[in-house]
């Protein structure tokens, strides 16, 4: 069994040093694989392999980031070229484990598995001759069942894009055009549009339309301190934003003070929501919290943990995910199929909602094709969520005044968590 490699083209600026300090936000590899003489798995005609890639955490978990088509009936496929987010790949460390598996797709999704490897951005960049040779291990230590399994990458760089990276890191902190955060001067970038049109569905059930706004995963001026709990508008004391509209000020003029930075990690905006959802525990407020994000996550253990203790407290996490990645890691916070949990400990009630933005989106990208439908999607936990909640701690409605009576202060903080 022989997996012959393609040429791998990785578009991003020179590999140097060690870490993460040589990463640009907005970075992408443009990779191809093709084999030869893969292992037959099935019992009538040839295999249909397909790849996955597999992004490893701090926490030795491992997180799929990348799929690639299945080729139907062939031992020597060529599979099309994939682009994914350095990020996504490895959040910007370049010695990060990656992991990739080769499997013959099976109708009833029973995948066989045929071989692994594992590399890391580094090695997949290096290209020190044309190309790299990758052994794949099949089960039980079989070299993939027959003979030699390999890869083969080649590297490729763009002078002009790289120079362009260059110049550009020396003169500034903001995104790249290829970073979901960069700022297009005639359209909203993939965060904004998401955060107008969630947000915007989200703001009625607020009295006084004041929202605090956290950013996370950047070095902050001016001593470059990583932080993955800081307010957008940089004024720690208040960080209230007036509206949805005060909140994409505050993002992007963010953009131009902050230098985005890894690794991402969700636990401290979740922990910093459910200190002050502790605080009020009577029925009087119930917190939402949305997470704007692409999916990669850094410490899913500590975020589960975190999850886990919140759903104690009055409080619903909404997640919305943008940009074209995997977000299985997503899809687990969610808890929909298989409760949270962690340490051994489920989590009491169901809080979080993810919803990938690029599903409600036009081909362009640009457009929201049904707010209805957005808003449905987005809402469809809520209720129930809240519900339980009061439920659990014996916490009943407040009665409505009278259409013609003025709601007393004492009302005003209850009508807003009632259900209707």
């Not at 990656?98 to 995948?111: L, M, P, Q």
């Not at 960080?239 to 401290?268: D, R, W």
Request: charged fraction near 20%.
């Amino acid at each position: 069994l022989t997996l012959l490699a393609v040429p791998t083209e990785l578009f991003s600026q020179p590999v140097k040093g060690n870490h993460q300090q040589d990463y640009q936000e907005g970075e992408v590899a443009t990779m191809q694989f093709c084999a030869h003489k893969l292992d037959k798995k099935d019992f009538f005609g040839k295999s249909d392999p397909f790849m996955v890639f597999y992004r490893s955490n701090e926490d030795g978990t491992c997180t799929i980031c990348h799929k690639t088509e299945v080729v139907k009936n062939t031992l020597n496929p060529v599979w099309q070229a994939i682009s994914i987010p350095v990020r996504a790949l490895c959040n910007g460390d370049f010695d990060r484990t990656i992991k990739a598996e080769v499997y013959d797709w099976d109708r009833d999704g029973s995948h066989d598995f045929i071989g692994e490897f594992t590399t890391s951005y580094r090695d997949l960049s290096r290209g020190q001759s044309q190309f790299n040779v990758y052994e794949v291990s099949g089960e039980e230590g079989r070299v993939g069942g027959r003979a030699l399994t390999q890869f083969v990458s080649q590297r490729h760089t763009d002078k002009t894009e790289n120079n362009i990276i260059n110049q550009t890191k020396n003169i500034s902190n903001r995104p790249q055009s290829t970073s979901l955060h960069y700022m297009n001067p005639y359209q909203m970038n993939a965060y904004a549009m998401a955060l107008k049109a969630v947000g915007e569905i989200i703001q009625d059930y607020d009295s006084d339309k004041m929202f605090p706004a956290l950013g996370f995963g950047a070095k902050l001026p001016p001593d470059g301190q990583v932080s993955h709990e800081f307010p957008l508008n940089g004024n720690i004391e208040n960080p209230y934003c007036n509206g949805m509209e005060g909140i994409l000020q505050a993002y992007h003029q963010s953009l131009k003070t902050v230098q985005l930075y890894g690794p991402t990690n969700f636990a401290p905006v979740v922990n910093h929501v459910a200190k002050y959802a502790a605080a009020v525990q009577d029925g009087s407020q119930y917190f939402v919290l949305l997470i704007i994000t692409d999916g990669v996550i850094s410490d899913m253990a500590q975020t589960k943990e975190a999850i886990v203790n919140a759903a104690k407290l009055p409080m619903s996490i909404i997640i919305v995910g943008v940009g074209q990645a995997e977000f299985d890691a997503m899809v687990e916070l969610d808890g929909d199929d298989i409760r949270i949990s962690s340490r051994g400990k489920l989590a009491e009630r169901d809080i979080v909602q993810f919803v990938p933005f690029r599903d409600y989106m036009d081909r362009t990208g640009n457009h929201v094709l049904s707010m209805a439908r957005l808003a449905k999607d987005v809402l469809a936990e809520i209720p129930e969520q809240l519900i339980l909640y009061m439920k659990s701690r014996g916490i009943k409605p407040c009665l409505l005044p009278p259409l013609n009576e003025e709601p007393g202060p004492e009302d005003q903080d209850h009508a807003q968590t009632t259900p209707v």
